[in-house]
């Protein structure tokens, strides 16, 4: 690689860096400033003063902010993420197995959601502005406008209650056959393979159309190439860049956006955890899942930023 490209990929890496230190800051403070007080919560109205003093003490509520901050932070370093107030449970042993839940119906979601939505995008520009491209875009603008509980709801009914095909609560555990697992997740990661098709799809198609404006496939319909060759051979690899970016942008709502999701099929990924939290009022738990989905969103889209910069020809050759 270049000098030029290596200088932007760091660029890129230290930007992510600074940009997940800035969000760690607001995560904490946005927990601190919640009304209430954490020890009345974990110990409920009829604790004596006493006992609320003592449980202040031991979990730091008494230190500075900043303090309380920078511990946190240097445990979070070290791979500690601390303890649940609510079940005494380390944080890290908890979250291990509803990570791998969460990442499992997202991959699952992605290798539907991508390949199909480059396809239909393809077929898009192929027939473009006929009554299959018109098709294809309405479906896609009808599916972007539902929410994501509206279409998990339309899917538990049909495909859970009426039809019973599937189960309306994806229940999964550990050493389950995959074929069990498989058709547990059915429902949720069709739901979620639905969100984020569309979106894909209506990038791709625009990405390809406006690289379909270049001369250099001008040139190539005039050699007399059949139309899905000059957008397989010419028009996609070069708008390859743009596509990159939305499968990554769309991939990374996969694993953080799937708390309605997870909600409505009671999966037990890192969304449900974050619910069943959050009602709890534990805070270390809140501040480590939204800790884990911003450094996973913001991996992704440094992914998708140096895969860019990677692909675009004019920095791997310039003049």
Known sequence: MSSPILKLIAQRIALGILLLLAISVLIFAGTQI???????????????????????????????????????LGGVLTGDLGTAMSSGQDI??????????????????????????????????????????????????ASTSFPEFFIGYLLVYFFAVKWQIFPAISTVYDGMPFGERMQAIALPATALTLVVLAHMMRMTRAAILNVMQSAYVETAELKGLSAFAVIRKHAFPNAIAPIINVVMLNLAYLIVGVVVVEVIFVYPGMGQYLVDHVTKRDVPVVQAVGLIFAAVYISLNIIAD????VANPRLRHPK
């Not at 409920?44 to 230190?63: C, F, I």
């Open 92 to 141: 890290a042993t908890s979250i291990k197995g509803r990570l791998w839940n969460t990442l499992f119906l997202a991959f699952w979601a992605a290798v539907v959601a991508v390949p199909l939505a480059i396809i239909l995008g393809l077929i898009a520009v192929r027939y473009r502005n006929g009554w299959v491209d018109k098709l294809i875009s309405g479906l896609a603008l």
């Open 306 to 309: 140096i895969a860019a910069i």
């Open 34 to 72: 919640l009304p209430g007080d954490v020890a009345q919560a974990i110990l409920g109205q009829s604790a004596t003063p006493e006992s609320l003093a003592n449980l202040r003490e031991q979990l730091g509520l008494n230190d500075p902010a900043y303090i309380r901050y920078f511990h946190w």
